[in-house]
């Protein structure tokens, strides 16, 4: 007799973190829907946080219980695949490789948030953003643990099919309507009314992800520690060099290139810039007073006055849109704010893009 062991929480909670994973996954590598590719990452977070509480109050099958996480089993379950019996509502493979899976996203999700800290001061670890700490590392960690939930997941799915066609179990189908033979005779408690349960869990999940992407502003993104107010601290150089274009923060290249800009005013990218000597002054003094804060976007020496966009970085970086958009959408290459919303407070980041 088929048991319905698995309510449609359990299945909208298990569902839900697979898609997660997986559309974040895939957006891993397009820098400019970072924030997706956090949204995604986030509600994987929200996901397991509402897992973990489900261990204690769901159904026998979705219950922390219904593991087996015995290392014997495991090896038994290996050794005589076909004729293993579970002592478990779930096997020893399938187990500990949801117990993995569930900590790897956990560890991804918050390596992820800290990289976002410290590389672009967003989120609640911006703070980290002011300390010297090594980005790569925290990158490569945030990738190994990426690519080690990628790899449990494949061998996850790779063990459910195994179940299916070569044991002929139900497992797949269970997936979906929940049910499956149980060897056992003790009785197995039922969830059988909990569409109402899931469909708030699923509801409140969507929201939580509309939110996250509405409002950028949200603590997991904002990252007002990496914003400067010129106005305060440079009001000269801000004043001044405002008259033409736009602000162009200190920040944005090295103090060597700003110097050569500085000193070199009277033929200012073909215009003459030239100021009277006092108000240089000044403004040298708050470049260099300014100097050495940290940049993770810094365009480092350009030579003799070159433009930011003529660099192989900056090229590099915006290569999704080549000059033909620039024409078509009458935006100058030069006119960063356009795109970078906080351009002149000296931010740039893939959550402050318009
Ligand atoms: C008289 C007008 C004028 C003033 C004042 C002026 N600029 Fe410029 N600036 C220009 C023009 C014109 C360009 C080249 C066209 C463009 O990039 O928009 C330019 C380009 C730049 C660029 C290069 C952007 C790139 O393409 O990489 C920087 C940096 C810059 N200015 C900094 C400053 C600073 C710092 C000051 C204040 C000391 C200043 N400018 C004052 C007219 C001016
Ligand atoms: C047409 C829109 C647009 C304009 C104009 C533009 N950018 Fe960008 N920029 C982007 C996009 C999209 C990205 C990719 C997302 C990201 O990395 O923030 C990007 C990325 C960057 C990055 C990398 C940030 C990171 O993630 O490490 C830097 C630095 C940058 N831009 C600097 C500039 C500067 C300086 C200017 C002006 C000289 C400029 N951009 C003009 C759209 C633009």
Redesign the pocket.
Known sequence: MKTLLFSYTTRILHFLFACFVLLAYLLSDTNSLLWLHSLFGICVLLIVGLRIFWFFVSEDGAKISSFDLKLSSLKNYVTNYFSFKNEKIRNPAASYSAILMWILAVLVSFVGLILIGAKYGSGIFGYLFLLDIDKHLIKEAHELFGNLLILVAFFHVAGVLGDNFLKRSDIAKAMFNGEMKVAQDKKISTFKNSSLIAFIVLSLTVLFGFYLGMVKTNIFFNSEISHQNYKLLAPT?VG??K???LF?PPN??SLET?MN??ND?PN??????S?DNETLVK?INETKKLAPQKSPFRFED?AN?????KTNRWKHLHEEFDDGWFMENKV?K??CKACHINFEDGSINPFELK
Not at 268 to 273: E, K, P
Not at 305 to 309: A, M, N, P, R
């Open positions: 150089m001044e060099c008259e033409c274009h162009y944005v290249t700003q800009i500085l005013l200012h990218f073909g215009t003459d810039a100021l403004i350009l006055s070159e433009s930011i966009v100058k030069t006119n």
